[in-house]
Structures are given as C-alpha cells and as structure tokens.
C-alpha cells in the first residue's frame, strides 16, 4: 500500500507540472462567451452535402486517423429498435460483429475491428471510457439503448495524446448521447416484430425553460421483450435516461446525464455442430430440467447504472475548461449449467455427467465423492442425478473525473488534462446443485437431513475450496495525464505532438484466486509514458491528408494474470507502435476516404472460453498491416451508393499463422433513398475468412448478409399526423444461418462450441411525436 501511495504522489506531481506548463505560457484568462463540449451539442442537425448526408460512415476532413462517423439520422432508419452500439458499427471498414440471439437481443459475442477484439479497443460514452477493469471488455446491452444515442464515431487508431482510455491502440469507438431539444415534444414509440419482439417507450422533451434561464430536460423511458432467436433465450430490458442541459449565466453550462438499466436472459455459451445439424442452427437452450442446458439453469441477471456532471466554460484570451465527474455500476448474477451443451438427454459419453456431491467439507474428487461407491465427501451424500451447475457474481463501481485545459494562441494550441478511475470489483464463482434450487448458492439444505452443505460436481470439476471456484475482491486504478500541442506551422496544416503517462494498479484479495484455486493477495503497477504526433494538412477546402505514430499500451488481462507465474513474460503488458497514413475527399456529391495501417504488437493475450470461463494465451508479437477505404457518391433524385472496403493481415511474428478472431476481408455495399419523407436502403455485410482459434485452427468461410429498411415521415402536411413515423426493417434478408464464429469449447470433451448467424428478422416501428 505505501508503494501505491507513493506512486500515485508522484503521478500527480507530474500531473501537476504538466498543468503548470501550460499556464505559464500565459497570463491569467479573463471570462468570455462560452461554447459548449460536444457532450452538450450532440443534435442530429440536418447536413446540407447531400453525399455526406447519405453516407453510413464518413471520415472528416479534420481527422487525424482512420475515422468512420455514423450519425443519428443513420442510427435512427437503420437499426432495430433493439439494436445497440454494435449494431450501428457493423457496416463500418474493418468491423465484424456477432449478435446470435437477434440485433441487441443478447450481447455482441465477438466484436472486433481489425482484428482486435473487445477489451483491446476503447468504448467511451460522452467522452467516458468505460467496461469491466479486470479483462476491459464491455457489455453492450446492459447500460444504453440506440434510442439514446446522438452519433457513434469510429477511431481506428490510438489518438493524440489527449485520447483517454485503457486500450486506445485498438481504437475508440465513442457514442455520444442525444441531447434535449430546444422545443417541447412528447415521442411514444413501439415496435413489433421477429421471435415475438416487442419494444415500447417514450421521450419527453421540456424545451429550453426560460424561466430557468433556458434549461432543457431529455427523458427516456424503454422497455423490451423477446423470445430471441436462439431456442429458449429470451430477454426482458428496461432502460430508463435522464439528461438536463443548465446554462449557467453566459460562461457556463452544466450538463448531467443518468442512465438505469436492468436486464433479465436466458443466455447459452453456443452449440456444438452436432447440436446445430441435429436441432437447427437456431439451437440454444433446451426445456428439459434434467439438462445442464435447461434454460431454467442458464440465465443473467444484471443491472446497471451510469452518471456524470460536464461542466464546461471557454472564458477569455484563448481559454477553455471542461470538467466531468461521473460514475457508472455493474451488478451481475448469472447462473449455468456446469457443461451446458456438452451434455445432452442422459448419456454421459456426450458431455459432463449429472451428479452432484454435498457435504461439510472439500472432500477428494474421486475418493470422497466417487459416483461407484455413492459417497459425496466428509458426512455428505452423492446424488447421482442431480444437475451439477454454477453461480456466478460479478459486482463493481467506478467513480471517475475527467479534467481538461485549453489554451488558444496564435499558432495552434496548448492541450492539458487528467483522467482519473477507481474501480472496486467483486467476483465469485460457486458450484451449485440446480435440481435443489440454482438461487440458493453454495449453501443449500440437504433435504434427507436438513444440514448445509456444499455442493461439488461429482467428478471433482475445476480446481475448488469447498465448492467455490473463485473468490476475490479487486481495486483498480487508473490515472492518464497528458499534454499535448496543436501547432498550425502553415496555413492548413497541423501538428499534434504529445505526451500522456498511463498508469494501472491492480490490487487484489482473493481467498480463493482465479487461476490457482488458492488465497492469494497481490499488488502490481503497470505504466508506460505513450509518445504521439500526428499531422493533418488540408490541401484543399475538401481534401485533406493526414498521418499518424503513436505508442499504445494495455495492463495484462486479469482472467490471464496470475501473480505466482514464474515467467513474468508471460504477464507483460501488451505494447504496440501504430504507424497511419490517409486520405479524406468531400465533393458536393461525393464523399470519400482511404488509410494504410502498420502496427507493431508485443505480447498479445487472446482468451477462449472453455464451460463459459475464460482460457487465455500469450501470443507474443503479432503484425497488424491493411488497407482501408469508403466512399459514399450522390446519384441524384434521392438515391445515392456505398462502399467500403478493407484488406487486413494480423499475423504472428514467429510462426507467420494469422491470429483468432481476424477477417482476412471485410466490405460494405448499399443503396440508399431519401427524399419526400421515405427512405429506403439495402446493405450488405461481407466479412472474409478467418480463424476462430490460435495455431490457424477453427477455419471459417466467408459471409456475406443483406439488411433492409423502409420508413416514411410525415411532415407538414397540416395534418394531425404530423410528426408520424413508420419504418420496416428486416435483417439478414438472404436468410443466411451458416456458422460465424466459434463460442469455446465444452468442459468434458473440449468440443468445439460454435455461434451461427441469425436467421432472417422483420421488424416494424412506429413514433408518433406530440408538441
């Protein structure tokens, strides 16, 4: 703890001295007019380049990396109303995206851009990176809805150095929220559609209030059920947001923002290809509570929660503040079976055997809790066919601050600031016995003799203590200061060198640890000082270019870290240098961009999940290297077209074998209408082989899907109904189910555990806006 201490006085110190820089260049700031962040101003305003309006993803001429924009108008006539984030990114260059269940009716399995995979890439949320601290993966049903959303941005690249977040290498994918508007309107919707889907909410709208000196207020409330796709997995969803905009005199404003979220699921670990060629590749859970894949055994129960307060002021001679303080909360109780679909109907050959021992102590597996003699441990009994199964918590909170200082001159400007979070995480893992009561724990009641017991599967399992596979409360640190210089040498040209100093402790209690199944207590820092410059150079008002070299850095995966690891290798944080260069066109009727990327990895952990858990391996140094480009042209009469493309390599150094997860190809194609209130589009999705596992194993071929949408708006009319919308959109139109990923692998056997790709879905909206 004192070294902690220490490291976090010096870590300040030096946020401090870079602060103190920046103000010294400078006398002291007089008050002016404010403008607002981006985490205010986020409206959907209509764009007047026709090309740039159509466009599903577009790069800015001011980009200083790989950058696709998709914005609200898109978000609105294009996703389900149950889609999420990973929906909205699919079409996007280089990203792949599974959702099993139906858009947004599970979370996203494998999202991945370029080849990285969640937890190596950032999400952010008006400007707030955010995910699970222990493996920085990120749940994409269980904070927002589409609903809420104002646009999503697409970095593919690490930033400048005033980018925050754990994983900037990979990218950032950024959604910002909608903002209040500026009149009063009442908004119900309702959707309908595929596996027996319904959605049902309402926004509401106050308008400025000038008798508050123009505060808005934005509310949302949303609710969701679903049978899903997958046989068995269905999901009940309410959100509820809250987001008020307060100007505070001429200088100021305030904006606060609040999101709960709570979601109920059935929820599988996928299927094997015997189960998908004997069931259908809808196969997920099963209705036999004799089954560790009863749908009975395998749910989630999670709720949510996510907060903060921006203000922003831009006062005088070139200066600019913004400060937010936020905190956001993940409360998780999911259960399963022990070897869900690795055992199927009752012969043991086809998975993990039912069989269940309970007793006051550890037992020995085989010995003391042998299904052949009947024995279920020290004063316990053994119950042959009862469903062995788990019970899982995963509870945290983070509470965090952003602060950022920007001081204007003459040639460009002075960038400073700190990110700070503190994350406390607790984590269990407990054997249960599902025939007696999956709710009640490690600790149930043997109904012969009323005593508590615990509970073990009946041969021994996974490395336990009485029971319980892991136990362990974490706190995680993180703290970002950084500086950086935007300089303006020449006219249309931009400079932007920088530095920022990432710093990651984690301290951990663990009675009984993730790995070794041992107590273990551990404090280890990891930091790194993360160079940068980029350049951007507008050689025409519509054509820019621009380049990138930054270093990136990550903290190693908790679910692979184990403190007791001899080779401390094996547990080095993953280090990249990104090298980027790229092009940005915007004619009136054509939009267009295209990048070249280089990146050089060392020590890449990738993690397959075997019975659900995570097993995870160095991959040591790795080669990203690709091509990228997008381009959306107006046709005229409403109708414009898309493409975008993408050759990507992610390759190991030693062995030249591509690394899992990592399209070879990926492409977009479309064609989009809007004029007089209808809009239509067709999009299709290719996505190119790649490998599922490590050692080029696992092959899958390419796929390829098509989405449809059609909506019309009824506007000034005179009508009552004014303000109508009506959309009709239908996913995977080809009806294409084939496999598209692998899920892990089965406890018993190690049979490999496959997701496939949902099967055609329609779905119908309706909003009805009042003012």
């Not at 991945?112 to 222990?134: E, K, L």
């Not at 005199?249 to 609040?258: P, Q, R, S, V």
């Not at 040591?620 to 109708?639: H, I, K, S």
Request: aromatic share 12%; with cysteine; charged share 15%.
């Amino acid at each position: 703890m004192a070294r902690v201490k220490q490291d976090v006085r010096q870590i300040l110190k030096t946020a401090l001295y870079l602060g103190a820089c920046a103000t010294a260049l400078v006398s002291a700031p007089a008050l002016a007019q404010t403008s607002p962040v981006e985490t205010i101003t986020v409206t959907g305003s209509r764009v007047t380049n026709p090309a740039l309006a159509a466009a599903p993803t577009s790069t800015p001429l001011d980009a200083i990396q790989p950058t696709s924009l998709i914005s609200q108008d898109f978000i609105n006539r294009n996703l389900p109303q149950t889609g999420n984030y990973d929906e909205a990114i699919k079409y996007s260059p280089s990203v792949f995206d599974t959702a099993p269940n139906g858009p947004g009716l599970a979370e996203s399995q494998n999202i991945t851009i370029r080849g990285f995979q969640d937890g190596q890439f950032n999400v952010t949320y008006d400007g707030i990176p955010w995910g699970d601290a222990n493996d920085f993966t990120h749940h994409t049903t269980s904070f927002f809805v589409s609903h809420d959303f104002g646009a999503i941005s697409i970095d593919r690249g690490p930033g400048t150095a005033a980018t925050i977040g754990e994983a900037n290498f990979g990218g950032t994918v950024s959604i910002l929220s909608k903002a209040p508007t500026d009149a009063f309107n009442v908004t119900p919707y309702i959707s309908y559609g595929s596996f027996n889907t319904l959605v049902y909410g309402a926004e509401f709208n106050t308008g400025a209030i000038g008798a508050t000196g123009g505060t808005r207020v934005l509310l949302n409330a949303e609710g969701l059920s679903s049978d899903g796709y997958l046989t068995n997995e269905k999901q009940a969803r309410q959100n509820l947001f809250l987001k008020i905009v307060q100007p505070l005199g001429n200088h100021t404003t305030l904006a606060i923002a609040a999101s709960l979220n709570h979601v109920h699921q059935n929820i599988s670990i996928g299927a094997t290809a015997q189960q998908i060629a004997q069931f259908g590749p809808n196969f997920g859970l099963s209705k036999d509570p004799a089954n560790q894949n009863y749908y009975g055994y395998n749910y989630d129960r999670i709720t949510t929660d996510f907060e903060y307060a921006d203000l922003a002021s831009q006062f005088g001679d070139g200066w600019s503040l913004d400060m937010k303080a936020y905190t956001y909360a993940y409360y998780h109780r999911g259960f399963n079976g022990f070897d869900p679909n690795g055992f199927i109907g009752t012969n043991p050959n086809s998975g993990f055997p039912n069989g269940t021992c309970v007793g006051t102590g550890p037992g020995t597996p085989g010995t003391d809790c042998d299904p052949a003699s009947g024995t279920g441990g020290t004063g316990g009994t053994y119950y042959p066919n009862d469903v062995p199964g788990q019970k899982l918590q995963m509870d945290y909170r983070s509470v965090g601050t952003i602060f950022r200082l920007t001081k204007e001159f003459a040639f460009g400007d002075i960038k400073t600031g700190l990110w700070y979070d503190h994350q406390f995480n607790a984590r269990s893992l407990y054997e249960v016995d599902m025939t007696m009561g999956p709710e009640n724990g490690v600790r149930n009641i043997d109904p012969n003799t009323g005593a508590q017991y615990n509970v073990s599967n009946g041969l021994g399992g996974y490395i336990t203590l009485n029971g319980i596979d892991r136990l362990l409360t974490q706190n995680l640190t993180t703290l970002q200061p950084y500086l950086q210089l935007d300089w303006q040498p020449l006219d249309g040209l931009t400079v932007s060198p920088g530095l920022r100093y990432s710093y990651f402790n984690r301290s951990v209690n663990a009675p009984v640890n993730v790995k070794t199944g041992n107590p273990q207590v551990y404090d280890n820092t990891f930091d790194s000082v993360l160079p940068s410059i980029s350049a951007n150079y507008l050689i025409q008002p519509n054509w820019a270019v621009y380049g990138q070299i930054a270093k990136g850095f990550l903290a190693p995966n908790e679910n692979y870290f184990d403190h007791n690891t001899p080779n401390k290798t094996d547990y080095a944080p993953d280090t990249t240098w990104n090298y980027q260069i790229g092009t940005s066109l915007h004619l009136p009727n054509l939009v267009a961009a295209a990048d070249a990327y280089y990146i050089d990895f060392s020590n890449l952990i990738t993690c397959t999940n075997v019975g659900g858990q995570p097993k995870c391996i160095n991959n040591g140094g790795v080669t990203y290297e690709g091509l990228e480009a997008e381009a959306t042209y107006f046709l005229g009469y409403g109708f414009s077209v898309y493409a975008n493309g993408s050759l990507n390599s992610a390759k190991d150094k030693q062995t030249h074998q591509w690394i899992s997860n990592a399209p070879e190809t990926t492409g977009a194609l479309g064609v989009i209408y809007n004029q007089n209130g209808i809009y239509g589009s067709l999009l299709g999705k290719w996505v190119g082989s790649r490998y599922g596992d490590s050692g080029q194993t696992q092959g899958l071929s390419p796929v390829f899907t098509v989405d449809g949408s059609l909506g019309y708006n009824v506007e000034n009319t005179g009508s009552p109904l004014d303000g109508t919308s009506l959309k009709l959109q239908v996913q995977n139109l080809t009806d294409v189910t084939k496999i598209v990923n692998l899920a892990g692998y089965t406890v018993q056997n190690g049979d490999p555990l496959y997701w496939t790709q949902p099967g055609r879905s329609v779905f119908f909206s309706v909003s009805k806006k009042f003012w």
